[in-house]
């Protein structure tokens, strides 16, 4: 296993159809994120040599996809969404797979009464796919624990938009490769172990108190009476609320289960790391490959005065390559507590 400051990267371009175009030789740099509940994006730079100068000049945005690869593991891969060519430099951007979703709508009329969330997004995601699929997998890696009631009209909304209302309200997912993983907000497997020694620029720790909540109302449509309340006042903080409303929601006990899941990202106090992200020492012995969104690492710290040891789930991940070696920024943050009975 690499450490995290060490890896060297290669590209290559792959048709729609499965084909490999062209190896984007000679990289002048790479970058590439991984994202939680949403899209992940990558970009790089090539100076290309003779052979490779003409098959790149055949790239073409979505037919075509950009597939990364660190240390001959690919870590990456989605369509080309933009592509420019310029003298001695070729430059692709890309997203990964769950770009498609944002412009794909629901295909048929459908509603849900009292099903898992996971099983409403694995629903959304292969509807979206139906017509005309670029080659996906969904993987469920546990049941949301959240029951819901939802309703999608054919042609109306866009399927990534009807994915990210689900992820606010109880369910995760994110993007590996092709694969679109689906999982409950409280997944709590453990990829590695981050001490102090791992964060060469220093942590802070900080206390949110602006995400508090010791008591959530979710309520459907305005005109439907709909609502869903967890939570009171609190022996310990008193009495603070937060009310949201979500369209989406058209039955009582899916509202009541959004607002359990909603107090539970919000009680007790989020304790996390400050800083959106974090860089990792280039020693750092963590595999990168396996720092996936929704996964999560035991920080522990002890340089504050205020000591941190903690699972804390990882929202995000960006690495970069160029002539200067390697980056590896990771972004953490509090794992949600169980929800309630």
């Not at 075509?64 to 310029?86: M, Y």
């Not at 996971?118 to 949301?144: C, N, Q, R």
Request: contains cysteine; charged residues 20%; glycine residues 10%.
């Amino acid at each position: 296993m690499s450490s995290a400051g060490c890896g060297v990267h290669s590209a290559y371009i792959v048709d729609r159809g499965g084909a490999v175009v062209t190896p984007a030789n000679t990289l002048v740099s790479v970058d590439w994120t991984r994202v939680l509940d949403d899209v992940s994006t990558a970009h790089v730079v090539i100076n290309p040599d003779g052979d490779c100068c003409a098959q790149l000049g055949k790239v073409r945005t979505w037919r075509h996809k950009l597939v990364l690869a660190r240390d001959d593991v690919t870590v990456w891969e989605g369509p080309i969404i933009q592509a420019e060519w310029s003298f001695g430099k070729v430059e692709l951007w890309a997203s990964d797979i769950l770009v498609w979703l944002d412009r794909r709508v629901p295909h048929q009329s459908i509603v849900f009464d009292g099903s898992d969330l996971t099983d409403i997004g694995a629903w959304l995601i292969e509807d979206a796919f139906a017509p005309d699929d670029p080659g996906h997998t969904v993987e469920i890696l546990g049941k949301s624990g959240v029951q819901g009631g939802r309703q999608y009209t054919e042609d109306i909304g866009q399927s990534g938009d009807h994915l990210r209302d689900l992820a606010d309200t109880g369910l995760d997912f994110t993007a590996i490769g092709s694969t679109i993983v689906l999982m409950p907000e409280d997944w709590s497997a453990s990829v590695g172990t981050l001490t102090d020694v791992d964060f060469p620029e220093g942590l802070v720790v900080a206390e949110d108190g602006t995400a508090l909540a010791t008591r959530c109302i979710v309520h459907g449509d305005e005109d439907s009476g709909i609502k869903g309340v967890s939570g009171g006042t609190d022996a310990y903080y008193g009495l603070l609320e937060q009310s949201v409303e979500e369209t989406s929601v058209t039955t009582s006990a899916s509202a009541m289960a959004a607002a359990r899941s909603k107090r539970a990202a919000a009680y007790p106090v989020p304790v996390f790391l400050s800083s959106d992200e974090v860089t990792l020492s280039p020693e750092a012995a963590v595999d990168v490959a396996k720092l996936v969104p929704g996964w999560c690492v035991d920080v522990a710290t002890q340089v504050t005065c205020r000591p941190l040891r903690q699972r804390l789930k990882i929202g995000g991940v960006k690495v970069s390559e160029d002539g200067d070696g390697e980056s590896v920024q990771v972004t953490l943050a509090p794992l949600s507590s169980e929800l309630e009975n």
